[in-house]
């Protein structure tokens, strides 16, 4: 069974960092372009970042470049969203993503990306 799983999302306060993880089970992640999507109350889904199958080249939204980075540990099969200077607009949901199907550059819309995962709440609140 393919299936993704986020954790590391909580409470922290403006400024703060965090690390979310995604883990797969039932296939590699290194053969795979994967996406941390987040949705706030309210709001769409929208892309924050995602690394590309091959090269692992990375793209950022705007809005967290220079405060975001998306590491793979292929070793153990996770791919990582670290978090920097969290500010409040950062609160939302936080989904990871991945397409075994897409070759060349990631991209940060929803499509083409099949496999989902539950998500984790970040809070970003003093």
């Known amino acids: 069974q393919l299936q993704l799983v986020e954790s590391g999302g909580g409470l922290v306060q403006p400024g703060g960092s965090l690390r979310l993880s995604c883990a797969a089970s039932g296939f590699s992640l290194d053969r795979s372009a994967i996406g941390w999507f987040r949705q706030a109350p309210g709001k769409e889904r929208e892309g924050v970042s995602c690394?590309?199958?091959?090269?692992?080249?990375?793209r950022y939204a705007d809005s967290v470049k220079g405060r975001f980075t998306i590491p793979r540990d292929n070793a153990k099969n996770t791919v990582y969203l670290q978090m920097m200077s969290l500010k409040p607009e950062d609160t939302a949901v936080y989904y990871c993503a991945a397409v075994r199907s897409l070759f060349g550059q990631c991209v940060l819309s929803r499509a083409p990306y099949d496999y989902w995962g539950q998500g984790t709440q970040v809070t970003v609140s003093s």
């Open positions: 690394v590309s199958r091959g090269d692992g080249s990375a």
